[in-house]
């Protein structure tokens, strides 16, 4: 387990982590007190990857240039 | 006849400049603008920024020139050894005789030379290690923001959006650039850098990859990807780089220097990101399984207390035999207790018959008895005590004998006798000792004094207590007193001026005279 609070984690960590407390617990010999800190654990990180997936939102810019070619802000992009 | 008169001939005479000038004009106006193809001679930049090169193939050279400001804008840089299609103008320096090709721009003669040019430096930046596998970054799994190097408009971009959109919408930052061209390589290049130049949380996001893009086209067309200062900024670049240049044949050296090489600007997007829905089922799943997994920690659990708990007995159970044991033992403790005292009072019965007085008299008596045959011994026993204590004492008075101390008072006497004589001799010679060192040292006072010289002749003369040493004391004393060897004469005052009296002798000093 990482020491990485899981509010703080990326997708790729929540997922991994999630991965194996579902292993963990699935294998069956983890004490049961720890089983349901395990439980907690993983429903914290379902969360969390859940989260992230729900970020999924696009939004696409074009950076704008300077006249040294410096950027200078984004303006809207219609690739059609 | 005029000696001097020219020939007979129309020709116009020329300055030198005037036909300098005149070439320069024909040939400008001829050649103002011509392609030479040829291979590229020795290249030397000027300090001033000028380029200077030949042209030439297997029989002619013709010097050529690209001015600074021409260098910039030529697509291809000449390289020596290099086949190449120069454009440009002839023009002439008069100063020196020459003319040469003023070069607007270079492009590689045929694609055999230009591919011929793309191995030497890739084999060139292979060398410097900008393409080995340990640089390669991994890329994300799931980026926030995605920057796309290509140009804002055209197929590429809607591809990526698009397959971006069905995969897994992200933040997406289109940096526009000219795709071919030579501004292609200037831009991509600052572009990448620009992107790695954001700081994360900055005014604008900073990418957590970048793809570099480009749809297909001819070789020359994809040229710039090939240019070192892209290969250089995609190999520099922090941020993981996704290069998506043509078609899946075409390679470019971007390429080998990207940490990932799509063969499409389609399948770049599918690498950028993974896709929503799936990750969103696999989630689900691992939910399931999570609870299914905790729920069934329990209902395990719940099933073996169950299982367990069968197996114990009933309470009841437990306290049937016990109980039944207490009932029989309950009965027996009744004629237990009987049976017990009934025995006890047979005994009291009998041991009571036995208790009579007679038995304690008879016991007082004998202890009387001991106690008078005990007394009637005690006096004989003292006086024979003390006997036997006197007899001890005259044997112990016996043994001191006076003869033994006599013996040792005896010895020590003997003993003190020699002792006490070596003290009276010591004391009898040493006063001796000193006996003789006092006469002798008398002796020696005599010697020294006065009166041994007396002995000799000499006399002291004395007035009273006085002793007189010198005529005019003699004179004005009122008696003189001579002193000899022998004794003493007393002078009156008349005989005064006897001139037989001995000069007055200093006692000590006089000696010496």
Not at chain 2, 195 to 210: E, K, Y
Not at chain 2, 300 to 305: D, G, I, K, S, Y
Request: charged residues 30%.
């Amino acid at each position: 387990m990482t020491d990485t609070p899981v509010d703080e984690m990326s997708f790729e960590q929540a997922m991994k982590e999630l991965e194996s407390v579902v292993n963990r617990l699935e294998h069956g010999d983890v004490a049961l007190d720890d089983s349901i800190a395990l439980y907690e654990r993983g429903a914290a990180l379902k969360a969390r990857c859940e989260a992230k997936l729900k970020e999924a939102e696009e939004k696409v810019a074009k950076i704008t240039l300077g006249a040294d070619g410096a950027p200078t802000g984004t303006a809207p992009l219609d690739a059609g | 006849m005029d000696l001097f008169e020219e020939p007979n001939d129309n020709a116009h005479e020329f300055s030198v400049s005037e036909i300098s000038g005149a070439i320069k004009r024909t040939l400008e106006g001829e050649f103002g603008n011509v392609r030479v193809k040829g291979e590229v001679g020795r290249v030397v930049i000027a300090r001033t920024g000028h380029m200077y090169f030949d042209l030439k193939d297997d029989r002619s050279v013709i010097a050529s020139v690209s001015w600074k400001g021409q260098v910039s804008k030529l697509s291809h840089m000449p390289e020596e050894g290099m086949e190449v299609v120069a454009t440009g103008r002839l023009t002439t320096f008069g100063p020196q005789s020459k003319y040469q090709l003023n070069v607007e721009d270079i492009r590689p003669a045929g694609a055999g030379a230009l591919m011929a040019m793309l191995e030497k430096r890739k084999a060139a930046l292979a060398a410097e290690g900008l393409f080995a596998t340990e640089r390669k970054r991994p890329l994300p799994y799931l980026p926030e923001v995605i920057g796309v190097v290509t140009s804002p408009t055209g197929a590429v971009i809607r591809d990526i959006l698009h397959r971006l959109r069905d995969r897994f919408p992200r933040k997406v930052l289109v940096w526009p650039v000219a795709v071919q061209g030579k501004d292609c390589a200037p831009q991509v290049a600052h572009a990448i850098e620009g992107f790695n130049q954001m700081t994360p949380g900055g005014a604008l996001p900073r990418p957590d990859v970048i793809i570099v893009a480009r749809g297909g086209g001819s070789i020359e067309d994809l040229w710039g990807f090939n240019e070192e200062i892209v290969v250089r900024a995609a190999a520099a670049s922090q941020i993981p780089l996704i290069s998506a240049v043509g078609h899946e044949t075409d390679t470019t050296l971007i390429d080998y220097a990207s940490d990932m090489r799509a063969p499409t600007p389609t399948a770049a997007a599918e690498l950028a990101v993974p896709v929503r829905l799936e990750l969103l089922n696999w989630v689900e799943n691992q939910g399931m399984r999570l609870t299914r997994s905790g729920t069934q920690a329990v209902t395990l659990r719940q099933q073996r207390l169950s299982d367990l708990s069968r197996a114990m007995p009933k309470a009841t159970e437990l306290l049937e035999g016990p109980s039944q044991r207490l009932d029989i033992l309950s009965d027996k403790l009744d004629n237990a207790l009987r049976d017990f005292t009934r025995q006890k009072r047979l005994k009291l019965t009998e041991a009571s018959g036995h208790l009579r007085p007679s038995v304690l008299t008879n016991r007082i008596a004998e202890q009387n008895r001991r106690l008078d045959d005990r007394s009637a011994r005690l006096a004989p026993a003292l006086a024979r005590g003390t006997r036997q204590h006197r007899r001890d004492f005259t044997a112990l008075t016996s043994r001191i004998r006076p003869a033994a101390l006599k013996e040792k008072t005896a010895l020590l006497s003997e003993r003190l006798v020699p002792l006490a004589r070596r003290l009276t001799d010591h004391a009898n010679r040493d006063l001796a000792d000193r006996k003789a060192k006092l006469t002798a040292l008398d002796r020696l006072r005599l010697t020294l004094g006065y009166e041994s010289t007396l002995q000799r002749g000499y006399a002291v003369i004395r007035d009273g207590d006085k002793v007189i040493t010198t005529t005019k004391e003699a004179k004005s004393a009122s008696a003189l007193e001579i002193q000899f060897a022998d004794g003493r004469i007393t002078l009156d005052d008349t005989p005064k001026a006897a001139p037989k009296a001995k000069k007055p002798k200093p006692p000590e000093q006089g000696s010496l005279f």
